[in-house]
């Protein structure tokens, strides 16, 4: 399927717009491009982007902050280890609070992982 090319440009914009060491949800990056609730669409331009681009497409997670990749395949161990190299810490799956700049979004308040009490 191919998206309309403004779209695409606009997702590429503001992937590359995030900050080393910085995380933000396909949500997040649809709705910074004027795309809400087109999360998906994310995804798709994200395969689309041309290497060339050099877009850190590695800062890009799901809405409860973990990498969407299956757990132990060679892009979610790449993704991880990219992310670590710029500092990004993980508390489990997720990706540790301080990294991911939106506050949470409906989605990852009901299936993100369960809060940590206070110390």
Do not use: C, K
């Amino acid at each position: 399927m191919s998206l309309p090319e403004e779209h695409v440009e606009r997702i590429w914009r503001v992937v590359a717009s995030i900050p080393r060491g910085r995380v933000e949800s396909y949500g997040s990056i649809a709705r910074r491009a004027g795309l809400p609730r087109r999360a998906r669409l994310v995804g798709q331009a994200l395969r689309q982007a041309p290497e060339a681009l050099g877009l850190p497409w590695h800062r890009v997670v799901n809405a409860a902050g973990r990498i969407s990749f299956p757990e132990g395949s060679r892009m979610h161990s790449l993704q991880r280890r990219l992310l670590e190299e710029e500092g990004v810490r993980f508390r489990g799956r997720a990706v540790a609070r301080e990294h991911r700049d939106a506050p949470p979004d409906l989605d990852e308040l009901l299936w993100g992982p369960p809060s940590r009490p206070a110390r």
